[in-house]
């Protein structure tokens, strides 16, 4: 019943459409040799498939295709393979995306999602129910584009994803109500105090007024205005808000510490999604973030196609989220859930500076946030940024954090501010692209976070990539 109409491959096709160089064809071929051949188990994924086993293990398709013969998860160093997913991937490479939405690939999806293939012995210990997709959900889905949201920090264009995306405005809300703070200054507490504070209060925001804006009136340009951040800068002080503390009322006009009176809670998100970021020799620069929802989605994989079924309209609030408050993201048909991704670019003088985004969550947001203020404020390196120690925020009542981060700043965050900190093994997993001074670019990935990223440049003059690393640096060429 949570699955909901693939958008992944018709983003492709749109992308590819808009502003690509190659056919969607030749793009696949990579995905399908990787496919077809396999690559190298490693802790990350083997632990992700352990950690969903009695789900996985729970449907012939995806048992058959993640597991062992055994029914145990893949051994790390072992070489996992997918002939089906090749095979899919084949078929859109000839057919286009028509073979998922009007084709093959779509009548096998929909049956699936209608007639669930549960094993016999499944341990779930309840019924899965059939799903509601038709063929004419598939046929009839497009992939809007949508105008990115847009503020300025300290002189540079901050570009996210818009509704029903939450991130780019909450990310661009808490930058807003920074501004208004000398971020740099030498106390790093009081400054991680203010940016955990303006987590909270632009995730009260996003919880009340964000969601599908085709569906709902977003009030985008109160959420992204300087006078509205005004307003709810003023509310941080010497101490750490309540929570949860109540949205505000992002429309005109403004006053000094006003809010609105019922508070609200943090929805569901993501957290099976991936992030990638992308510049050519040119400029062109892309930051791509993707999901299915929970970690194996659905766990159901589409029988001889080799891909799973994602669980996104858990996405959604099943019934508001505090009660008498109108909710944004409440399920309606053809409507699509609010998510925390967060792909951002930053212009300077109107070119680029560095895109960045990450998996996590709704954590993705305050991850992104965390990043930029390293980056922008507290003068780290790209690399640096990433790697630093990193603290989450979502209008709750105490602070998520990673342990590194609650043993350099936790007491002090606590004596000073009243901060309360949760531990959490990792938050995020970046990935980052910067255009340095010189015009050289620098790209930066995770050092440890669920095994370590990889980041590389091709150099144009070699013509060849540098070794996979948490970083690489190379020239960007002139454009033409």
């Not at 959900?137 to 847009?150: I, V």
């Not at 209060?201 to 977003?218: E, M, Q, T, Y």
């Not at 936790?410 to 990792?426: K, N, W």
Request: charge should be negative.
């Amino acid at each position: 019943m949570a699955v909901g109409v693939p958008g992944t491959l018709a983003t492709w096709a749109k992308a590819v459409s808009e502003f690509g160089t190659m056919p969607l064809g030749r793009l696949l071929q990579p995905a399908i040799a990787v496919a077809e051949h396999g690559f190298t188990v490693d802790g990350t994924f083997a632990g992700q498939v352990a950690s969903n086993l009695p789900r996985l293990n729970a449907f012939t398709s995806s048992r058959s295709l993640f597991l062992t013969g055994d029914g145990q998860p893949p051994a790390v160093g072992s070489t996992f393979r997918n002939p089906d997913l090749a095979r899919t991937y084949r078929l859109i490479a000839h057919d286009g995306p028509a073979a998922l939405y009007d084709g093959p690939i779509g009548t096998a999806l929909v049956d699936t999602v209608r007639g669930p293939p549960v094993a016999p012995d499944s341990q779930l210990g309840f019924t899965v129910p059939p799903g509601v997709m038709t063929t004419g959900d598939l046929a009839g889905y497009t992939a809007p584009l949508r105008a990115p949201t847009h503020v300025t920090y300290r002189g540079y264009d901050v570009y996210g994803m818009g509704p029903p995306s939450s991130g780019g405005s909450t990310v661009a809300e808490a930058l807003n109500i920074l501004e208004g703070f000398d971020m740099s200054t030498s106390d790093r507490a009081l400054a991680l105090h203010r940016y955990l504070a303006a987590s909270k209060l632009a995730f009260a925001d996003r919880n009340r007024w964000v969601g599908d804006s085709d569906f709902v009136s977003v009030p985008l340009d109160g959420l992204l205005s300087k006078d509205f951040a005004a307003e709810r800068r003023c509310l941080i002080g010497g101490t750490a808000l309540p929570a949860p503390v109540a949205p505000g009322n992002p429309f005109p006009p403004f006053s000094p510490c006003t809010t609105a009176s019922a508070p609200a809670t943090a929805g569901p998100a993501e957290t099976s999604t991936n992030h990638l970021t992308v510049i050519d020799r040119y400029g062109n620069i892309v930051s791509y973030t993707s999901t299915i929802e929970q970690i194996a989605g659905s766990a159901i994989t589409v029988p001889g196609y080799g891909f799973l079924l994602n669980n996104e309209l858990t996405d959604f609030n099943p019934v508001p989220a505090s009660p008498g408050v109108p909710d944004p993201n409440l399920p309606a048909g053809g409507k699509r859930p609010r998510s925390s991704m967060a792909p951002t670019i930053l212009l300077r003088d109107g070119r680029p500076l560095l895109g960045v985004g990450t998996p996590g969550s709704s954590m993705i947001i305050t991850t992104v946030l965390q990043i930029l203020l390293d980056r922008l404020d507290f003068g780290m390196s790209l690399p640096d940024a990433i790697a630093a120690a990193r603290a989450s925020q979502r209008n709750t009542p105490t602070d998520v954090a990673e342990p590194s981060f609650i043993s350099q700043y936790g007491a002090e965050l606590h004596s000073r501010f009243g901060q309360l900190f949760t531990s959490t093994p990792e938050i995020g997993a970046a990935t980052g692209i910067e255009v340095l001074p010189n015009g050289e670019l620098q790209a930066a990935a995770e050092p440890t976070r669920r095994g370590g990223g990889a980041a590389a440049v091709v150099c144009p003059a070699a013509d060849h990539p540098l070794p996979s690393s948490p970083q690489a640096v190379c020239a960007l060429v002139p454009a033409r």
